[in-house]
């Protein structure tokens, strides 16, 4: 019997994280613009990314991309993001593994010397990732910014706190866990993700965010605890819970362009200052703000992140007539 559905992938992971990146099998996925055809792919395809993300196939904290056909002439390639709540705007860590699958694929020529430019469309806005021979990876994402420094908010079981509040590609409100009674290292990741779910639960119902070029991209997409660093002698220690109490196994690339726009706003980082970032799984990340940008009215800057990603398989995925429970499920 034929297989009614298949899709092929190419499974990578940025330090820890899965990248699960869809090469066949995905139907067209219209749209004039990219935000257009992430809320096409929302409406209309959900049931597809359930099915890749969620169990049997995946987990809680997979990762996906979708390639999608590019509307800026400058972009090498486009992407969609999918995770276990939905659609990201800007992901760091997909990047990177973007970056080197799309020259050893031989998607994007490599160049004869030196590092291979790759341009890659996000539905945050293009974003340019050039790739060493030895497989490295740096990235260029949009204008970053600090949308609000030492913000208030009421949170259950902690009173009132205080954070920021980055852009990277998306918002995050970023804190060190000791403000919530916890510590990086020490605590437990399930404490870390019951009070990372309530600071994003409660930023969200406290704080209305805004973007200055879609209303699609102010949404709060997660937070980050902090161990109180910098990154400037020894990598800051962090982890991201983001989308629904999702946890992120790199340091976080997005999240590592907002830290970097934060500091930039309190001028602990300057111009060209090399910053560093690790998760969890001992993964680091290397930040840098190159220079100001302007983002509508906040004043931002251009980051730079670099780390590394590393393929894991293939796959190819299919879903038999009459397999309801292989749609895709959650438990917990």
């Not at 049997?56 to 904290?61: K, L, T």
């Not at 996906?64 to 705007?89: K, R």
Request: hydrophobic content about 40%; aromatic content about 8%.
């Amino acid at each position: 019997m034929a297989d009614p559905l298949a899709i092929e992938t190419v499974e990578m992971h940025t330090g820890g994280e899965p990248v699960r990146l869809v090469l066949k099998g995905y139907p067209p996925i219209p749209g004039d613009t990219i935000l257009a055809k992430r809320r096409y792919a929302r409406e209309r395809l959900d049931h597809l990314r359930k099915m890749l993300i969620f169990e049997p196939r995946g987990h809680f904290d997979m990762y996906g991309v979708i390639p999608v056909e590019p509307d800026l002439p400058e972009a090498d390639l486009a992407v969609l993001f999918m995770h276990n709540e939905g659609y990201s705007t800007m992901c760091g860590h997909a990047v990177i593994a973007l970056g080197r699958w799309a020259v050893e694929s031989g998607r994007v020529k490599r160049a004869a010397t030196g590092e291979t430019p790759v341009n890659i469309q996000c539905p945050c806005g293009l974003v340019r990732a050039w790739v060493a021979a030895d497989g490295a990876v740096r990235f260029e994402s949009v204008p970053a910014f600090a949308f609000a420094l030492d913000a208030h908010v009421e949170l259950p079981g902690s009173g009132r706190i205080a954070l920021d509040i980055g852009y990277g590609g998306a918002f995050y409100a970023v804190l060190p866990a000791e403000r919530v009674g916890l510590s990086l290292p020490g605590s437990s990741l399930r404490d870390l993700v019951d009070a990372a779910a309530r600071v994003t639960a409660a930023v969200k119902q406290q704080i209305a965010l805004s973007h200055p070029d879609d209303p699609d991209l102010a949404f709060l997409y997660g937070t980050i605890f902090t161990d109180g660093g910098d990154g400037a002698e020894k990598p800051s220690l962090n982890v991201c819970v983001f989308a629904e109490r999702e946890v992120d196994r790199s340091p976080t690339g997005s999240g590592v362009t907002a830290r970097m726009a934060l500091q930039a706003a309190r001028k602990t980082a300057g111009p060209g200052e090399l910053r560093r970032f690790q998760s969890l799984t001992g993964a680091v990340f290397t930040g840098r703000a190159l220079g100001r940008a302007q983002a509508g009215a906040f004043p931002a800057v251009r980051v730079e992140v670099g780390g590394r990603a590393h393929f894991s398989g293939t796959a190819r995925f299919s879903l038999e007539p009459g397999d309801e429970i292989g749609r895709g499920f959650l438990l917990g």
